[in-house]
């Protein structure tokens, strides 16, 4: 049975599904790619910013991030505070979250967009399986049972089947890459809040410096 011959017995609801796959698809390799990006040196990058803030060396680590911050997301978000002049450390706190919120809503990019066609897909399947029913049904009387007529209703029925099968395999192929997706999504947000935490304890401790006040480690906010 070749392709065309699928979409025949499958039903009208065949080319929807193919839409969906299509989209399913496009959303998929476009979310790979950024990801491959994203994810390149991107430890590398972090242990960088953070060596030179530990030195003291704020215009470098934010020269650094500066570099990356057109092609990776941590690049982005760590050069949002670095950027400023001087700010207290509430403005670098707060700037630091925003720019966080950002970047986390650009990784969800194409969520949306698969969950839809997790969700549409095996319904289509089982609408184009009751369309197959009905009219594989037909006209069928009783007496056609066991006769070469009932065999073309059996076929039928079969035949029909082949939409839900297709839904329910774009649904899953779509559902694995969602899965994968989030995940890589948490370990960013994990990164972010690690990053951010020493990145702005680091920042603390050189203002309280400027300012000539010890830290008290355990309650960083102290100093405001």
């Known amino acids: 049975m070749d392709v065309r011959d699928l979409f025949e017995k499958g039903g009208t609801t065949m080319w929807p599904l193919f839409a969906l796959s299509v989209l399913s698809l496009a959303t998929i390799l476009e979310r790979l790619w950024f990801w491959f990006k994203t994810l390149r040196k991107e430890e590398e990058l972090v242990a960088s910013v953070l060596a030179a803030s530990a030195n003291n060396e704020w215009d470098t680590a934010a020269q650094i991030a500066k570099q990356e911050r057109n092609r990776k997301p941590i690049g982005r978000f760590l050069y949002e505070p670095l950027k400023r002049t001087n700010p207290d450390p509430e403005t670098f706190k707060l700037a630091l979250e925003a720019s966080a919120e950002e970047e986390i809503a650009t990784m969800r990019k194409g969520d949306k967009m698969l969950e839809s066609i997790i969700?549409?897909?095996?319904?289509?399947?089982?609408?184009?399986?009751?369309?197959?029913?009905?009219?594989?049904?037909?006209?069928?009387?009783?007496?056609?049972l066991g006769t070469t007529a009932g065999g073309n209703v059996t076929l039928g029925i079969s035949e029909s089947l082949i939409s839900t099968a297709t839904g329910m395999i774009v649904a899953i192929f779509s559902l694995a890459f969602y899965?994968?997706?989030?995940?890589?999504?948490?370990?960013?947000?994990?990164?972010?809040?690690?990053?951010?935490?020493?990145?702005?304890?680091?920042?603390?401790?050189?203002?309280l410096n400027l300012k000539g006040k010890p830290l008290d480690r355990d309650n960083p906010d102290a100093i405001l």
């Open 119 to 144: 969700a549409l897909a095996p319904l289509l399947g089982l609408l184009g399986t009751v369309l197959g029913l009905i009219r594989s049904l037909n006209g069928v009387k009783l007496t056609d």
């Open 179 to 207: 899965r994968l997706f989030q995940g890589l999504i948490f370990g960013q947000i994990k990164l972010f809040r690690g990053a951010g935490n020493q990145l702005e304890l680091l920042y603390r401790e050189h203002w």
